[in-house]
């Protein structure tokens, strides 16, 4: 084979040496994402994060750029520290925005796990207040739904709030049983010993207190009660101790994880069929609008009706505001929640359990039903399908299973013997009786109506393509199915990477889709840069003013 002589190849410099080394700046497009995180983070205050800086020993890699790394990492669904690490030696990009620092992955999860500790909302919610600046968002509404994400601990090492009741009870009993039948022996002088035959309630601490005056009066007991003795030091007080320390860890809930003590067992839906299995969780909850994260919080409990009330007070702390308008699905829908709501003055769009099975004929047609009795507000009183009064027989006070304390009003028929439509109506021995709490149902009318109108038909239209379209982006797009760290706190920090990251994706996605694709680039650079900047009010209106042109060209 013959090469022609007029063949020219370029040549190959990459072992060479070169009199002065390249700009990696020139090697970065001016329009590249990179350029964008580099002035966010710039633009951040991080003075409580530098706080935590003792000073003294080695130096330390700069605050700004750990988070430079972590945010460019977490917009690219890089999550593990050692991938990010390999990054930072490989990839120009990470070389740019690190200076070429190269900090090895045991000091990136240190960072992460440590500085950021307590710190991630106030960043998250420092981006979301520029992204306000520049119109993006308005902190007026908030679409809130949750999801459940799996803890990054052992499926298999759980605790059940159930068997150790059982078992601590029966080991309770057990030994009360044995002190009983040894003191019952004994002569003992002590000024606790009572003339009661119940057993006392035992503990820890009283359980150690009573071994230690068994062992002093050893010489009373017989060889068996001696060994009696011995078992409940050796075995029994260590087993009491753990169930107890397993009921302060549970707290209120029914169950955790033991490589994780803070992930709740939820049940996780697997496959499109919803047949899913319990797997350690945490229940996260985010506000979005026009699918920006807004808002996010982690709790430990598998449903989302107790989650609303400390979701919304923490955006009222982060923001110092309240929005104005809520909307959530009906899991969200409880006496608590809307008085909750109302005491705020907060429009709310906030389904119940039953308001589309009652849009249906035939739950609306079902005579029998005591949402659809006939009620006299002036005297008191329902009306049953055939003609008969039920009086208010009383009120009383009840408590759900999340400890809310609410009334209701008993009502009663006089006589229901021989009434024809008796078996469709009611089925207890006696004479119908109904509970009802009117402050609920007032509620209920009161959230029904607003769905109903017309501003409540397009938040109930826009309100599963905003929250659930975030989730499906971070789950399914972006493979964040698991947490990687292990206790709320860390993984507070996690998730609030994840939503820093979606949110910066969702700016570029916007850039990237404008007709003046490098011209809007540079417009959000200077508004990141002059929003942040402090005392300059004149340059802040004016990149207002500039960037308000360019937004009917991105919406172009």
């Known amino acids: 084979m013959t090469i022609r002589s007029n063949v020219r190849f370029k040549s190959v410099t990459s072992q060479q040496s070169m009199l ?81 620092a190269t900090p090895n992955f045991r000091t990136i999860n240190n ?73 019952a022996s004994i002569d003992v002088d002590s000024a606790e010993q009572t003339e009661d035959d119940q057993p006392q309630p035992v503990n820890a601490v009283l359980l150690k207190k009573k071994i230690g005056q068994l062992n002093e009066q050893r010489s009373k007991l017989d060889k068996k009660q001696q060994k009696q003795v011995k078992q409940l030091e050796e075995d029994a007080l260590p087993r009491l101790q753990k169930y107890e320390q397993q009921l302060e860890t549970l707290g209120t809930r029914n169950s955790y994880s033991k490589t994780d003590t803070d992930a709740t067992f939820m049940r996780m839906k697997e496959d499109h069929m919803k047949n899913g299995q319990l797997k350690p969780a945490y229940n996260t909850q985010i506000s979005t609008e026009n699918q920006f994260i807004t808002g996010f919080s982690l709790h430990q409990r598998p449903g989302d009706t107790a989650t609303l009330i400390p979701h919304l007070d923490q955006f009222e702390a982060l923001y110092n505001k309240q929005s104005s308008t809520v909307v959530a699905d009906s899991g969200y829908g409880s006496e608590e929640n809307y008085q909750h709501l109302e005491n705020k003055d907060i429009q709310a769009f906030v389904k119940y359990n039953y308001f589309h099975k009652e849009q249906k004929r035939s739950y609306r047609n079902n005579v029998f039903l005591q949402a659809n009795l006939y009620y006299n507000q002036e005297q008191d009183y329902y009306v049953c399908p055939m003609g008969q009064h039920l009086h208010n027989a009383g009120k009383g006070k009840r408590k759900s299973e999340l400890g809310f304390d609410y009334q209701v009003s008993i ?88 939503a820093i990251g979606h949110n910066l994706r969702k700016i570029i996605a916007i850039i990237m889709s404008s007709k003046r694709e490098k011209t809007v680039f540079w417009a959000i650079i200077v508004v990141f840069e002059v929003v942040s900047t402090k005392n300059n009010n004149l340059k802040k209106q004016q990149s207002k003013i500039w960037m308000k042109n360019y937004y009917s060209e991105i919406a172009a």
């Open 411 to 498: 009502y009663q028929a006089q006589n229901c013997t021989g009434c024809p439509l008796r078996g469709q109506c009611h089925k207890a021995k006696g004479d119908r009786k109904i509970e009802v709490n009117h402050n609920l149902n007032r509620l209920r009318q009161i959230a029904r109506d607003k769905l109903l109108s017309d501003e409540g038909l397009y938040h109930r239209s826009k309100r599963p393509i905003e929250p659930e379209a975030v989730f499906g982006q971070l789950k399914s797009n972006n493979k964040f199915n698991r947490f990687t760290l292990r206790g709320l706190s860390k993984v507070e920090i996690e998730f609030g990477l994840m």
């Open 20 to 100: 002065f080394p390249s700009n990696l700046s020139d090697k970065i497009a001016a329009n590249h994402p990179v350029r964008l995180v580099n002035q966010i983070v710039d633009g951040l205050n991080i003075d409580d994060i530098l706080s935590t800086y003792k000073g003294g020993g080695t130096s330390s890699y700069h605050p700004r750029i750990m988070l430079k790394i972590l945010f460019y990492s977490y917009l690219n669904n890089v999550y593990s520290c050692r991938k990010i690490a390999r990054q930072l030696e490989e990839n120009i990009h990470y070389m740019w925005l690190s200076g070429e």
């Open 111 to 183: 960072f992460r796990s440590q500085k950021l500790k307590h710190q991630i909302q106030t960043l998250f919610a420092q981006m979301v207040q520029l992204m306000a600046e520049m119109g993006y968002v308005s902190l007026d509404v908030q679409y809130i739904d949750g999801t459940k994400i799996e803890a990054a601990s052992n499926r298999y090492t759980f605790v059940w709030r159930g068997s150790v009741e059982k078992y601590k009870e029966k080991l309770e009993h057990k030994i009360q049983t044995v002190l009983k039948d040894i003191e």
